[in-house]
């Protein structure tokens, strides 16, 4: 089971940015997918982006061309880079691994935008 901690979350004014990490406790050369969802209040999880082995990306609509997503093999850290942050991206933002058939989730860290 893949270990995963997620830090960068916090309060930024609208507009701001902030960035995510997700460190991995084995090398993310051996993770298949990894990516971000969030959790809004009174909402259900969804989609956020994702990046595969290969280093091919996909992003939910609503931040394609303010987020991106990247990773560092040589730290099993994936990032979360996010510009113009609007309130409606207030949520808590999880990190997953896909390995093989098995998702592994983080925490969760909190991301709150004022606006």
């Known amino acids: 089971q893949v270990q995963l901690v997620e830090s960068g979350g916090g309060l930024v004014q609208a507009g701001g940015s902030l960035r995510l990490s997700c460190a991995a406790s084995?090398?993310?050369?051996?993770?298949?997918?990894m990516g971000w969802y969030r959790q809004a209040p009174g909402k259900q999880r969804e989609f956020v982006a994702r990046?595969?082995?290969?280093?091919?990306?996909n992003y939910v609509d609503s931040v394609k061309g303010r987020f991106t997503i990247s990773r560092d093999n040589a730290k099993n850290t994936v990032y979360l880079q996010m510009n113009s942050l609007q309130p409606e991206d207030t949520a808590v933002y999880y990190c997953?691994?896909?390995?093989?058939?098995?998702?592994?989730w983080g925490q969760g860290t909190q991301v709150t935008v004022s606006s």
């Open positions: 997953y691994a896909r390995k093989q058939l098995t998702y592994n």
């Open positions: 084995e090398s993310i050369l051996s993770i298949n997918g």
């Open positions: 990046i595969s082995s290969g280093g091919n990306t």
